[in-house]
């Protein structure tokens, strides 16, 4: 039923002006798929210091209050980045990605990862210097880092099926 | 005994020819390879805009490389590990292939240009080290640095659409 509408979806944009004028774009591909691993880059980088900080393995002089207000700006917006670069590429491409295993889990565990971090920011007070992270918001540190490598991951695997 | 011949040499090997033929081997490597990859470059961006003065303003230079360094040097050995593995199954066709050779020119550049900033920048930072605006020289490094890694990251990524 999915798999149906996948497919359905994919043809109705390779057939779509949009799809065929992006797929006439020359080095289109490359440079988009380039985009979309500077954008992964600020992802990651951003929540590592964010994840890594609640964990107390960098930055524990810091509080994670402050450390979290200054990175998760870069961390939503490099989101955005990869959102955007992702979306030309499904346009480009669709029945490469829509109808793959790894890119319907992929997207799950982006779901997830963000629902992760909209929760830290919810746990963690903005301005109350001694508090120090304890076992829920170190789980959920985990599980952020986890689930960027899981959605890599997922992505690499799209090109391989 | 040329570089191409090395480069046979070396895909003939036992662990090269394991990861060539297994159908599994090189897209896990590569994985690993792009998680560590994103990680290094993600961190240097921090440490970058730093040292151009554009972000990170409050936090004193060396408190803030001081601590990402022994995870960015850390990432960066996992990527080289990986990468080596990647290049090592078919040595041949990377060796010949002109983005690999240019990635691995950046990798050389960006590798002087942090040799550079530490043996002869990184001696005033005491001077330096909350000042904002940087110096002219640190704003240098932190551009350069930012540009030749962004190529490695766009030209690694743009070797696998020019092999073969």
Redesign the interface.
């Known amino acids: 039923m999915l798999d149906a509408y996948a497919q359905a979806l994919s043809h109705l944009i390779e057939t779509s002006r949009l799809g065929v004028f992006l797929q006439n774009l020359k080095n289109e591909?490359?440079i988009t798929?380039?985009l979309h691993?500077?954008g992964?880059?600020?992802?990651?980088?951003?929540s590592?210091?964010i994840d890594?900080r609640l964990l107390g393995l960098?930055?524990r002089t810091e509080p994670a209050g402050e450390v979290m207000a200054?990175f998760m700006p870069a961390l939503w917006g490099g989101l955005g980045f990869v959102a955007l670069s992702g979306l030309v590429m499904i346009l480009t491409e669709p029945s490469r990605a829509l109808p793959a295993g790894e890119f319907q889990r992929k997207m799950l565990a982006l779901l997830a990862a963000v629902a992760v971090n909209i929760l830290l920011r919810r746990l963690v007070p903005r301005h109350d210097a001694a508090w120090q992270p304890r076992a829920v918001p170190k789980a959920l540190a985990v599980a952020s880092l986890v689930l960027w490598?899981f959605i890599?991951?997922e992505g690499?695997?799209i090109?391989?099926r | 005994v040329s570089l191409y011949a090395l480069a046979r040499w070396i895909e003939a090997q036992p662990l090269p020819s394991a990861i060539r033929d297994s159908a599994t081997a090189f897209?896990w490597i590569?994985?690993v390879h792009?998680?560590s990859?994103?990680?290094v470059?993600?961190?240097?961006?921090?440490l970058d805009l730093r040292l151009l003065g554009l972000a990170?303003k409050d936090q004193p230079v060396s408190q803030l490389s001081g601590?990402?360094v022994p995870?960015v040097w850390g990432a960066f050995c996992v990527s080289v590990i990986t990468g080596s593995l990647l290049f090592s199954q078919t040595a041949s066709k990377y060796y010949l292939n002109t983005m690999f050779r240019t990635k691995m020119l950046l990798l050389v550049l960006a590798g002087l240009n942090m040799a550079l900033f530490h043996l002869i920048t990184w001696r005033s930072v005491a001077a330096w080290d909350r000042r904002l605006p940087p110096p002219a020289a640190v704003r240098l490094a932190g551009f350069t640095s930012l540009a030749f890694w962004?190529g490695v990251?766009?030209v690694g990524?743009?070797i696998g659409?020019t092999l073969e």
């Open positions: 591909v490359p798929q380039s691993l500077i992964i880059s600020i992802v990651v980088g951003s590592a210091m890594l960098m930055n200054r490598g890599i991951t690499r695997w090109a391989y | 897209p590569e994985c792009v998680m990859a994103t990680f470059y993600g961190m240097l961006i921090i990170s601590r990402m995870w962004t990251i766009v990524r743009w659409f």
